[in-house]
């Protein structure tokens, strides 16, 4: 058809545009196969381990052995094992967790090497063998004896290897080591864990309750019940697939949608102004189809390459994505990436379907008139819309009066502005919004809120006056009555404590330590206020206590209820002077088996400067994302603007008006729409991170305050702004280019 020769003319005069919607759909479709395959592959790695590998559903330990642990399985339809850890220092703030090896529940999966066969032999967790550069072969001291390092191992319940189950990441230095079982004997302090896993998969969480209440029907006195569901170590990687997916939809679809709204404004202005070419040739015999395919072959073609090429060169970033998270945060065996074909061609179809139904809807719409109507030319092009006709603008200048109404001309195009700066400031101020909440997290954690160094808690509890310079404490993990994912610790401290806490509300004014103070974060997930009521649930025997609160404390230092500890005790019936822990800021010389943990401040304080470099990658990505698509939808609503004014443009030189004065008429009126669209990415910012704040408390019990930094919000807009007048300037030349004689050839036609 001759007609196919016109496609590449019409590309080469907008290859701007063109080049434009190329790089949107590419980045849709990019986006698509990125986090689809992230996601997907991630959760086809963690089904698969934790099935191979038989993953607990639940973790408990006692302060007694349970002696027939096989009329326990048959009674309760569990496969329960036992493995002992015990956590040992090594030279320069290292240190290791032993673990013993499984065979039933829990069983190490071997990344690289083999399994130990001989006495003193030990597999390391790959994080800590690669950070301290060991070696198969090479020999750690632990104690008085030395270990072989056979290999590196994976534990489906240490997928994400906190050391203590209410930390956010693993402490530098911490790692986990595999010994046999014989080995971690020489430990006689190790605790025994005793893990289950329920052969019917289905309803796994009554089975839970079910094996829990057989347990102390039998009178044994448990000191940590842990389940799956609730397991940090285990429901991190779920949350990281979870958040994955989520993002996979709306960024493609937000793209196509974008790219909908400018091809169809495209398309519909070419077919309009084309209206006469069009009349002639159904007056030379060419049929609606045939100028149907003809039109439509363009965006149909951009979309298509674009689409296949964005999911096409995603492929390959999968793969080290994955190993990254396995190298950085995860422990999972990895070995190599499954694409989905159904995937593949939905990113390569999906931007082909969006932009031919949009240009297909709007294409029909003018080839529906008679060749007669059409040969008559564009007789709606000084139609006014209601809008235009709504506003009263008498009152104004000329210059502001053209301004307005150059840009009510075109709604769709002032439309695919207002959502695409939208879309810009959105990706822009959501990665500093993280990036602020989690820094301001941490960093009260570490600095503000808390006055001690160390944190040791005590396997029993004990009584009387502790050591000389340390704050006792007690506390029991908790829940609210009816919402089990909410995990917090409600914890008794002595009044006694001069440099524990300090805790202000929300006015500045300190916080009385003889009260029941919870924190603002807990607050707020609980929608509680002063005075009211809560139920706190103990996750260990299930006992229910009331409490009333009697003050906020304005801290972002995680979730907590603090009372004073002869208060705590009387509520959980224990002796008035008994405690489970310390705090102090020096370290204390107690015996190993005194302890069931110690929390080094200092660690955690390392531990979030090394959260925060992800983050603040993830922060400049989007904000090179969020410029280069503010640069391409500004350039294109600018050079639409000026195809759309050429007349008044060539009008306005006739006149005599300077280039200066065309540009800011025909260019400038565009400003109050690219404010009120960087406003109104705000609220829509705010929302979705609300939502992915509560989704993320409900997935992983991490509550993270919503806090948007002015100075960010000023960044980010000023950013965007100069990406616009950047944009003016450049598309400029073109509007200088317009000479003053299409002016007249329009009033010729």
């Known amino acids: 058809m001759v007609l196919r020769k016109r496609i590449r003319r019409i590309l080469l005069e907008n290859k701007g545009r063109y080049i434009g919607i190329f790089i949107l759909i590419f980045i849709g479709s990019f986006s698509f196969i990125a986090f689809k395959g992230f996601s997907g592959n991630y959760e086809r790695l963690i089904n698969e381990f934790a099935q191979k590998n038989m993953q607990e559903d639940v973790s408990f330990t006692g302060y007694e052995q349970i002696e027939d642990i096989s009329s326990l399985e048959q009674e309760t339809g569990a496969i329960i094992d036992t493995h002992k850890y015990y956590d040992v220092p090594l030279h320069h703030e290292r240190e290791l967790r032993l673990i013993s090896i499984s ?8 990344i690289t090497g083999r399994m130990p066969k001989y006495p003193r032999e030990i597999l390391l967790s790959p994080n800590f063998y690669d950070t301290y550069g060991y070696e198969i072969g090479d020999t750690i001291k632990i104690n008085d004896d030395m270990f072989e390092v056979v290999g590196t191992v994976a534990l489906p ?3 994400f290897p906190l050391k203590y189950i209410n930390d956010v990441i693993p402490p530098p230095g911490f790692g986990l080591g595999v010994i046999a079982t014989d080995d971690m004997d020489v430990f006689p302090d190790a605790v025994t864990v005793y893990t289950a896993r329920f052969t019917d998969r289905d309803n796994v969480k009554a089975q839970v309750t079910g094996l829990y209440n057989s347990i102390t029907q039998k009178g044994l006195m448990l000191s940590e019940w842990m389940d799956a569901s609730a397991n940090k170590r285990i429901r991190m990687a779920w949350a990281t697939i979870s958040g994955s997916k989520a993002m996979s939809v709306p960024v493609p679809t937000a793209m196509f949608l974008l790219c909908c709204l400018i091809v169809g404004l495209m398309i519909w202005r070419m077919v309009r102004s084309e209206s006469i070419i069009i009349g002639t040739l159904y007056a030379q015999g060419y049929r609606r189809k045939e100028l149907l395919q003809h039109y439509l072959s363009i965006p149909l073609m951009v979309s298509f390459i674009a689409g296949l090429a964005g999911s096409l060169l995603a492929l390959p970033t999968i793969y080290p994505t994955i190993k990254l998270m396995v190298t950085l945060y995860y422990i999972v065996p990895f070995d190599k990436v499954v694409h989905s074909l159904t995937d593949i061609v939905l990113g390569a179809l999906m931007p082909v379907i969006f932009l031919g139904l949009a240009s297909w809807a709007v294409i029909r719409k003018e080839l529906a008139k008679s060749p007669a109507e059409l040969m008559k030319g564009d007789i709606q092009k000084a139609k006014v819309n209601v809008l235009e006709r709504t506003l009263k603008l008498d009152y104004l200048s000329f210059n502001n009066k053209f301004k ?20 810009a ?44 310079g340390t704050i006792p404490f007690n506390a029991i993990r908790s829940h609210p009555e009816g919402r089990e994912s909410i995990e917090f610790y409600l914890t008794g401290i002595s009044t006694d404590a001069p440099y524990v806490y300090d805790l202000v509300d929300g006015k500045g004014n300190e916080l009385s330590k003889e009260q029941v103070n919870i924190s603002y974060l807990l607050a707020k997930r609980l929608n509680l206020s002063i005075g009211d009521r809560i139920t706190v649930v103990n996750k260990l025997d299930g006992k229910s206590y009331y409490l009333v609160i009697d003050g906020i404390a304005q801290t972002y230092a995680g979730q907590f209820i603090y009372m004073p ?13 008994s405690y489970k822990g310390v705090f102090s800021k020096a370290t204390i010389e107690y015996s190993p088996e005194e302890l069931s943990g110690i929390k080094d401040l200092k660690n955690m304080v390392n531990s979030m400067d090394e959260l925060m ?3 603040m990658m993830v922060v400049v990505s989007l904000t090179i994302i969020a410029s280069i698509i503010g640069v391409i939808i500004i350039y294109l609503v600018t050079s639409l603007t000026i195809e759309e004014s050429r007349g008044s443009i060539s009008l306005l030189k006739v006149f005599g008006y300077r280039s200066k004065e065309i540009k800011r008429l025909i260019l400038s009126g565009s400003s109050p729409f690219v404010i009120a669209g960087f406003i109104l990415g705000i609220p829509v910012m705010l929302i979705s991170a609300t939502a992915l704040y509560r989704y993320l408390g409900e997935m992983i019990n991490l509550a993270l305050p919503m806090i948007l930094n002015p100075l960010h919000a000023v960044i980010s807009f000023t950013l965007l702004y100069a990406v616009y007048e950047f944009t003016k300037l450049s598309c400029g030349r073109k509007l200088a280019a317009i000479p003053m004689s299409d002016a007249l050839k329009a009033g010729m036609e």
């Open 103 to 110: 065979h039933k529940v829990n069983i190490p999966s071997v």
């Open 157 to 159: 319940n240490y997928v």
């Open 404 to 423: 307005v109404r150059e840009q009510l001309r075109s709604i769709p195009r002032l439309i695919f502005l207002l959502f695409g700066v939208m879309a």
């Open 425 to 468: 400031s959105f990706m822009m101020l959501i990665g500093f919004t993280i990036n602020n909440s989690m820094t301001t997290v941490f960093s009260s954690e570490a600095n503000t809120s808390f006055n001690y160094s160390w944190e040791y808690s005590f396997k029993e509890a004990k009584q009387g006056t502790p050591v000389s």
């Open 565 to 577: 500890l002869s208060d705590f005790n009387e509520l959980i019936g224990m002796p008035t002077d």
């Open 613 to 615: 470099m992800p983050m």
